[in-house]
């Protein structure tokens, strides 16, 4: 079965960009989707098809999939973004990565 | 605009079975290339995704759960249940359902608030 990797923790100081990478076979032939969840709220879709953002997300979320990884990239990050960050594809089937813990500094 | 909301029992014991009733507005179930997926969080832990049910009745399921699973629909009140079997305390978990649409590549673009379900005996 098809599997997704991401880093358990990424660590970003205020106001600078963090990268939050999801691992897959063969990745970039795959639409890459990312949420955002913060406790005890249900996630929120930010990116979807690997690059396009709904409305209402912010343009400093941005996603990019050229290849293995594919990537979700958080420019001037706020206090407000600390959450944890999901990716997702579709295989036949859904699939979610671990997940990944964003702390901002 | 796109709203569902999970509810059922919030505690179960051991064995007994679990259903939980999607209802949501915003988009019919009949429509090409919609559906409406089920995912569960442990306390302190990742996402699980469970199954999807398509517009025409199809459905999907992770393999690790799939006996146990099932997911149908009722088109013309607007809800998707879901029945879990034999549930374990390791079934504890908040439950969210989610629409998705082929056009989103099947992405899931919105989420109900979730709903706290307890085994315990």
């Known amino acids: 079965s098809y599997e997704l990797t991401q880093p358990l923790s990424v660590s970003v100081a205020l106001g600078q960009t963090a990268r939050i990478t999801c691992e897959g076979n063969n990745i970039g032939s795959k639409n890459v989707h990312w949420y955002q969840q913060k406790p005890g709220q249900a996630p929120v879709m930010v990116v979807y098809r690997s690059s396009n953002r709904p409305s209402g997300i912010p343009e400093r979320f941005s996603g990019s999939n050229s290849g293995n990884p594919a990537t979700l990239t958080i420019s001037r990050v706020h206090p407000g973004d600390e959450a944890d960050y999901y990716c997702q594809v579709w295989d036949s089937i859904i699939v979610f990565g671990g997940g990944t813990k964003l702390t901002v500094l | 605009q796109i709203t569902l909301r999970e509810s059922g029992p919030t505690l179960l014991k051991p064995t007994q079975t679990l259903t939980l009733t999607c209802t949501f507005s915003?988009?019919?179930?009949?429509?090409?290339?919609?559906?409406v997926g089920w995912i569960r969080q442990p306390p302190g832990e990742a996402l699980e995704w469970l199954g999807f049910i398509f517009w025409d009745g199809d459905t999907r399921y992770n393999p690790s759960l799939k006996t146990t699973l099932t997911i149908t629909k009722d088109t013309t009140k607007n809800l998707v249940l879901l029945t879990k079997t034999n549930v374990d305390p390791v079934d504890t978990a908040t439950y969210y359902c989610?629409?998705?649409?082929?056009?989103?590549?099947?992405?899931?673009?919105?989420w109900g608030q979730g709903t706290l379900v307890t085994v315990s005996s």
């Open positions: 915003g988009f019919s179930l009949s429509t090409n290339g919609v559906g």
């Open positions: 989610a629409h998705g649409d082929e056009r989103g590549g099947y992405s899931l673009d919105s």
